[in-house]
């Protein structure tokens, strides 16, 4: 597993995510994707994915800055900052996020299987 490999899945994760694409997120997201919200909340692979579909997510702003990557074997941990704007569940959401995922190589796919958003203050 290469860095250059994980900064373009990262790209492809947000440019899914941008445009609401289920089905490009559900290649990448693993069927038992655990993810902490800002709230506590802890989600599911699917519970995101029906966020995306029913339109409950809204984004007109993601932009990714202060990107660190480490290669443990076949995972990648990453943390990044992303300015996130846009509407979820009709709240308005405009905050830097410090997200931290954890993507896993499954034979030729690379796959998120955790992750974790804090808003910053």
């Not at 519970?47 to 290669?71: C, P, V």
């Amino acid at each position: 597993m290469k860095i250059e490999t994980i900064v373009n899945a990262e790209i492809e994760l947000l440019t899914a995510i941008k445009n609401a694409d289920v089905a490009a997120l559900d290649k990448m997201l693993h069927d038992d994707l655990l993810f902490n919200l800002p709230d506590g909340q802890t989600i599911t692979k699917e519970f995101d994915l029906e966020s995306y579909r029913l339109g409950k997510m809204k984004i007109e702003t993601l932009e990714a800055s202060d990107q660190i990557i480490n290669i443990i074997e076949d995972t990648a941990v990453v943390s990044v900052i992303i300015l996130l704007k846009g509407v979820y569940d009709n709240n308005p959401i405009a905050n830097l996020f410090r997200y931290i995922r954890v993507w896993r190589q499954f034979g030729e796919s690379l796959k998120v299987i955790a992750g974790s958003c804090t808003q910053m203050v």
